[in-house]
């Protein structure tokens, strides 16, 4: 008996298994609103601290320190004391980050609280998505997978909302403290919540708790779990020989798993993403506009980023991974090149903001919407976890990467070289295209177990 025929058999996903999904999914609303809730307070913070362009910089960067430690080492602890715990940790580091830094005494007590905050979020790139992933049923793993993504770019949508209505309300110098700390609250609730899901029915196997397992797979609707704990045992002794937890990941029989995970993580920055993100206000100015309200970019930016994202999970399973995939790059490379046009000739720049908006929303329902969703399915169970950390880290390097990188090629519009920044990121865009068609192969409705037999070559 297969995969396939122990599940997906429902018409739509059962209350529980839509409970577990969101709770565990809302470690990425805490995700996005900690990276972007310092914009709201990095004038009062600059002013306070008497901080320099480079210190600014570093502080506004600092938690993806925090977040690269966090996303290395997540897959050892994730193993040895299960998905759900591991969760419940990272939002105990949310809650330490928020209320530290609405307390912080000094600029570097700040740097360190914002860093905890950072292993919050890099932890919970890799665990979220894996527990999405092991808890899903085929058919429906990709919508539910792509709650995590939703999540991040709601709790961006937040953070902005929060700063705005937080400077509604006449808090004076203490400000910024409200604007950080205001996170708690939910890092508090996700804790609270977490406490009444299950672990995953994968790694309860893995520890040899096939009882628990079963248990767990008849609550999220598979019909025949006892079928389900035998296919995923079958697997995991094909995987290792024995029933082991855990294998190197550097192994010959996972290259293919390991390009794919590497390679989604490296496109999903490359097309510029944390270069807009972080430095929109730049960017405008460099195109020659006088003023661009923060508030309304961040508002428009968002509202895109969140209605799109919302499209990506209502087709992922119906068009699939490569499909979004390939629409998002030739639709971020199309805008890309018109910004890019834009910036050599010095014209048009009414038409940079639908650019940049269209940018976005390809974005949104392509890379955004797929890349954890799929660096979830293409490992085996004995290497998930180090598969996930392998792609989230890659992710988080490739970000501080770019985010570092684009200040010092962007030049204003008209200038020699002022296009090239978006040009490259155009390229990858192509090369992306390139990639996807010829080795990326299609998952979606493919029980996880299936996947692993068609990436090691096994029929």
């Known amino acids: 008996m297969t995969a396939s025929s122990t599940q997906d058999k429902t018409a739509s996903p059962n209350s529980f298994l839509l409970r ?23 004038n009062q913070l600059k002013e306070l601290f008497q901080l320099s362009g480079f210190m600014q910089g570093f502080m506004t960067a600092s938690a993806l320190i925090g977040t690269v430690i966090g996303a290395l080492l997540a897959a050892r602890p994730s193993d040895a004391l299960g998905r759900k715990r591991c969760l419940q940790w990272a939002g105990v580091l949310f809650f330490v980050s928020a209320a530290g830094c609405a307390f912080a005494w000094d600029f570097w007590s700040l740097i360190v609280f914002r860093v905890i905050g950072g292993l919050g979020i890099g932890g919970s790139t890799v665990i979220c998505p894996l527990y999405l992933a092991e808890i899903s049923p085929a058919r429906w793993r990709g919508r539910l997978g792509a709650f995590f993504q939703f999540n991040i770019v709601l709790g961006i949508l937040v953070a902005y909302l929060s700063n705005y209505l937080l400077g509604l309300v006449d808090f004076g110098a203490d400000e910024w403290r409200w604007k ?48 389900q704990v035998a296919v995923i045992q079958a697997s995991l002794d094909e995987e290792t020989g024995a029933k082991k937890i855990s294998e190197p990941l550097f192994r010959r029989i996972h290259a293919l798993p390991v390009f794919l995970a590497v ?8 097309d510029g993403i944390n270069a807009l993100l ?58 890309l090149l018109g910004v890019a046009w834009i910036f050599t000739i010095n014209q048009y720049q009414g038409a940079l903001v639908w650019l940049l908006v ?14 954890w969703v799929f660096i979830s399915e293409v490992f085996p169970n004995q290497v998930r976890s180090k598969g996930q950390v392998l792609g989230s880290s890659t992710h988080w390097i490739m970000a501080a990467a770019i985010s570092w990188l684009f200040p010092v090629f962007a030049k204003n519009a ?46």
């Not at 995700?31 to 307070?41: C, E, H, K, P, R």
């Not at 700390?181 to 096939?210: C, D, H, K, Q, T």
């Not at 269209?358 to 890349?371: P, R």
């Open 358 to 371: 269209g940018y976005i929303a390809c974005h949104a329902f392509g890379q955004g919407a797929v890349i």
């Open 20 to 42: 577990c999904s969101l709770v565990a999914a809302l470690g990425g609303l805490l995700f996005g609103f900690d990276t972007v809730v310092i914009s709201g307070a990095q």
């Open 278 to 335: 972080y430095y929109l206000s730049p960017i405008f100015g460099m195109a020659g506009f006088d003023k661009v309200s923060g508030d309304l970019q961040s508002v428009l930016i968002g509202a895109t980023n969140l209605v799109f994202t919302m499209l990506g999970m209502a087709i992922i399973d119906r068009v699939g991974r490569k499909t979004l995939l390939l629409g998002g790059a030739i639709g971020t490379g199309l805008c």
């Open 263 to 270: 390679s989604v993580a490296m496109f999903n920055q490359l």
């Open 414 to 459: 008209g200038e020699p070289g002022a296009g090239i920044p978006f040009y490259f990121f155009a390229a990858m865009m192509v090369l992306q295209v390139i990639v996807v068609l010829r080795w990326y192969p299609e998952t979606k409705g493919v029980p996880l177990e299936e996947i692993q037999k068609r990436l090691s070559g096994k029929k």
């Open 180 to 227: 950080l700390g205001v996170e708690a609250f939910p890092a508090l609730l996700f804790w609270l919540l977490l406490r009444n899901i299950p672990e995953s029915p994968r790694w309860l196997i893995m520890r040899g708790r096939a009882d628990e397992a079963s248990h767990v797979f008849a609550e999220t609707g598979v019909e025949n779990p006892a079928a």
